[in-house]
């Protein structure tokens, strides 16, 4: 079983589309993240969630949406595409809001064209 | 501001060698100090972490080496393998609701055979 398990692995869509990423955890964790990796492989924090509740939303533009419906699920939410949010998506989980032993999924390579 | 500084950007040893990679930090509060692996297609997976009150941690062929006051960590995989070539990442997070994982950004590491 997938500890973390995003889908899809890859997506490539048109500039302007809306889309999601779907994030699912079965290691019981309370906290879960979104962090963003560009072509240069840099990791950044996007959106934390402790709980189902939001408590980190780093400068990241509204037309992100982050949705946890329950504890173990955190769902990425694209409004109105645009070439620069073409990267790598991955998503995290913790079981402390410090991301102390923090294990991630596979990824979602975003390509917008 | 980047608040995890590593260094190589990237890494050439020889197979059986010893790799290091260094990381500064500049926050005072973080208190926790892992290493993550990633791998082409993959998500960074946990490799090793330390806390401030230990100086050295090894687990196998890995040791994170830690020194407090110059506010600096490294990495040493020792005896280097074609298969430890891959991205390694530095973090660093401080205890809180607030915390989350801040990464540098990344080594990449070849271990020529």
């Known amino acids: 079983d997938t500890a973390v398990s995003q889908t899809p692995k890859y997506l490539v869509t048109q500039m302007g589309n809306d889309k999601s990423i779907k994030c699912e955890q079965n290691l019981g964790h309370d906290t879960m993240y979104w962090y963003k990796q560009d072509s240069k492989k840099f990791l950044k924090i996007m959106f934390s969630?402790?709980?189902?509740?939001?408590?980190i939303n780093e400068t990241v533009p509204n037309r992100f949406s982050p949705k946890s419906p329950d504890k173990a699920h955190l769902n990425l939410h694209i409004n109105s595409l645009e070439l620069g949010d073409s990267a790598v998506y991955f998503c995290a989980s913790s079981p402390t809001p410090a991301g102390t032993e923090a294990f991630f999924g596979q990824g979602t390579r975003l390509t917008v064209v | 501001q980047q608040q995890v500084k590593q260094s190589p950007q990237s890494l050439i040893v020889q197979k059986g060698g010893i790799s290091i990679i260094n990381c500064a930090y500049e926050?005072?509060?973080?208190?926790?100090f892992p290493w993550y692996q990633q791998f082409p297609g993959k998500g960074p997976a946990l490799l090793i972490a330390i806390r401030p009150d230990v100086s050295e941690k090894k687990e196998g062929r890995f040791t994170i080496s830690f020194n407090k006051s110059a506010k600096q960590f490294s990495l040493h995989i020792m005896d280097s393998q074609p298969g430890d070539s891959a991205t390694y990442f530095c973090?660093?997070?401080?205890?809180?609701?607030?915390?989350?994982?801040?990464f540098g950004k990344g080594t990449k590491l070849s271990v020529k055979p």
């Open positions: 969630y402790n709980n189902k509740e939001l408590i």
């Open positions: 973090a660093a997070s401080h205890g809180g609701s607030q915390g989350n994982l801040i």
């Open positions: 926050n005072t509060a973080f208190d926790y």
